[in-house]
């Protein structure tokens, strides 16, 4: 890439998002709802999704809005994931790399169209899509990518475009993971080879992966990676979290898994939240309130939880190697597509 064409070329950071305040979160769950990347019906309901999303946002939005005021009335993965974005534009700066890193949220603002008109009106020619979902999931990153071309189309928009797919390994990012780990593990009291460690993704029906989607294989590479530097003498486990619905999800859950490992006596458990980058509802409710409350209802004395990478300067970097690497790529939507 030639140092004149990193002008006209711009990164773009994609985000499932989240409601900011109470008053957001049905909009949210109904934006959320309609994707059919995320809520994936059987071909013959596909025309019934959008009452689907207005239904079941409707009905959900009562209980949803008690798990945002729990963590302060709203999400805080907006402001988070702005300031990844402004960290990974000093980090480019700072390796002479000098473009412009925009934000696009799926199901909030700054939303998909926002972020692709900001990107024509720079007049950036060439885009570099990186999600901030490690492991690729149908669900995460190729909805990020559909939200972008569905924008790009409605404006008229025909950047080149490099996608990061995944980086579930990447030593920068297993780097941060490892690191907050560690640190959550220094505050027990239990001896390390007596602290069990959950690596906690966010779940996913089964049907996507039978479809192929690559992200149970991917959360194992990453726990793999991260075990490699961190070397825990302790049990380790991987469980997921967040179901939704009647259908079949990866297994275990994190919930039951807790309760078995209080069943089985165990009085240490420290939580990774594996595949989030930011804090979220996940993490600031489902983990630390809801599961804290299983743990201490099951017997298990010292219960902790190693925080998400947010803008830890190894992810950082990690986000700037992939956006270097890119540059050397052939783009795979070129312009006019």
């Given at each position: 890439m030639q140092p004149d064409a990193l002008p006209r070329t711009g990164v773009v950071l994609t985000q499932v998002g989240g409601p900011d305040d109470l008053a957001a979160v049905r909009p949210y769950l109904r934006s959320f709802f309609s994707d059919p990347d995320l809520i994936r019906l059987p071909r013959w309901l596909k025309s019934l999704q959008p009452a689907f999303a207005w239904?079941?946002?409707?009905?959900?939005?009562?209980?949803?809005?008690?798990?945002?005021?729990?963590?302060?009335?709203?999400?805080?993965?907006?402001?988070?994931?702005?300031?990844?974005?402004?960290?990974?534009?000093?980090?480019?700066?700072?390796?002479?790399?000098?473009?412009?890193?925009?934000?696009?949220?799926?199901?909030?603002?700054?939303?998909?169209?926002?972020?692709?008109?900001?990107?024509?009106?720079?007049?950036?020619?060439?885009?570099?899509?990186?999600?901030?979902?490690?492991?690729?999931?149908?669900?995460?990153?190729?909805?990020?990518?559909?939200?972008?071309?569905?924008?790009?189309?409605?404006?008229?928009?025909?950047?080149?475009?490099?996608?990061?797919?995944?980086?579930?390994?990447?030593?920068?990012?297993?780097?941060?993971?490892?690191?907050?780990?560690?640190?959550?593990?220094?505050a027990f009291a239990t001896p390390p080879e007596q602290v069990h460690l959950i690596f906690s993704a966010h779940g996913l029906p089964m049907s996507y992966i039978e479809e192929g989607d690559p992200y149970e294989a991917h959360v194992q590479r990453s726990v793999a990676a991260v075990q490699a530097v961190l070397r825990h003498p302790g049990p380790i486990h991987t469980s997921y979290q967040s179901k939704l619905g009647p259908q079949r999800w990866l297994e275990p859950a994190s919930d039951a898994l807790l309760r078995e490992l209080g069943e089985q006596g165990a009085k240490a458990v420290c939580m990774v939240p594996i595949a989030f980058v930011s804090e979220h509802v996940e993490t600031l409710n489902e983990i630390d309130i809801q599961y804290g409350d299983i743990a201490k209802r099951s017997g298990i004395a010292e219960f902790h939880r190693a925080c998400a990478v947010k803008c830890h300067p190894a992810y950082i970097r990690c986000l700037a190697d992939q956006t270097e690497k890119a540059l050397t790529l052939t783009p795979l939507v070129p312009a006019g597509t």
């Open positions: 239904s079941l946002a409707t009905i959900r939005a009562p209980y949803s809005r008690k798990l945002y005021a729990s963590i302060g009335g709203g999400s805080p993965i907006r402001a988070q994931t702005q300031a990844q974005a402004s960290a990974l534009s000093a980090e480019l700066r700072r390796r002479g790399m000098s473009m412009p890193v925009l934000v696009a949220m799926r199901h909030s603002q700054p939303n998909s169209l926002a972020a692709m008109r900001a990107a024509r009106d720079a007049g950036l020619t060439r885009l570099i899509v990186i999600g901030l979902f490690p492991q690729y999931s149908f669900s995460t990153t190729l909805s990020g990518m559909t939200g972008l071309k569905n924008a790009m189309d409605a404006i008229g928009y025909r950047p080149e475009v490099v996608t990061v797919d995944e980086y579930c390994d990447a030593p920068r990012f297993v780097e941060a993971v490892a690191d907050v780990t560690a640190r959550a593990l220094r």
